[in-house]
């Protein structure tokens, strides 16, 4: 039995050790035996996605980190973060899946229950969400959005912090299911995935952790044999590959020589 690769774009560059945190998302659930997960970090990013500007940074890293994937032999490209980063750029010019953790993620909580809120780290974070669900024009099963205000840490992520942030996130879960009457949690970005078994297993409802649901939506559509319609995204009437990766090849070179100094 030949595997199916799914490549996973992680948004922001990082060492092996930081790269491990994200990589312990797929140890969190079954897959088949068929499927094999790998993790790609772009070459260099922005800071943090707190806004349009961000957007458009974490859209065109994304894209070049992504180019290849069909190429280099992957069946199937998630996106590790809620941003959604690259997934219409790079529908428009792979034939193989690609699917973002934003749209998937509430349209889940809207098959597993009535309103879902969305549990956060950060305030600041308010504007990933509200791009998705303008687009798919479901704020009427919008609870709420639950913060601890506490500032993420891309590479470390909840490590070190369980004992402290755990039962803020839990507070804060509590709220919007017992006063905005969530009956869905939505972890807000996958970085934060390392609390999932905790407050899985501390409320009564449903909690989604977005970054496993993209490998498992993954691994369903390979199965049935679908892919994102080409209608919705059309090929580019030319490819400028080298040119976006020579940018991004150039920024990572530039932000290297500056940390040296």
């Given amino acids: 039995m030949s595997k199916k690769k799914i490549l996973v774009l992680v948004p922001f560059p990082m060492t092996d050790d930081a ?18 997960i790998d993790y790609r970090p772009v070459k260099w990013s922005g800071t943090n996605f707190v806004g349009p500007y ?46 973002g953790p934003g749209r998937a993620t509430f349209l889940m909580a809207m098959l597993l229950g009535d309103k879902f809120g969305i549990l956060v780290m950060w305030e600041r974070w308010g504007g990933l969400y509200k791009k998705v669900m303008d687009e798919l024009g479901i704020w009427h099963k919008f609870a709420g959005m639950g913060s601890v205000d506490i500032p993420p840490d891309r590479f470390n992520l909840l490590s070190g912090e369980e004992e402290e942030v755990f039962p803020k996130l839990e507070e804060a879960a509590l709220k919007l299911i017992n006063e905005k009457k969530a009956d869905v949690i939505i972890l807000g970005s996958t970085s934060m995935h390392q609390s999932h078994a905790y407050l899985s297993e501390k409320l009564p409802v449903p909690v989604i952790s977005p970054g496993p649901l993209t490998y498992k939506l993954a691994e369903m559509v390979l199965g049935l044999g679908l892919t994102h319609s080409r209608t919705a995204y059309p090929q580019p009437v030319a490819r400028h590959d080298p040119f976006i990766s020579l940018m991004i090849e150039t920024a990572a070179a530039k932000a290297k020589e500056s940390e040296g100094k």
């Fill in 19 to 36: 790269l491990d945190n994200r990589i312990a998302q797929s140890k969190s659930l079954e897959l088949g035996p068929d499927i094999q």
């Fill in 54 to 99: 961000d957007y458009v940074l974490g859209d065109f890293t994304v894209l070049e980190a992504g180019l290849s994937a069909q190429d280099d032999g992957y069946d199937a490209v998630c996106i590790d973060t809620m941003s959604d980063s690259g997934v219409a750029a790079l529908r428009a010019i792979l034939d193989i899946p690609v699917i």
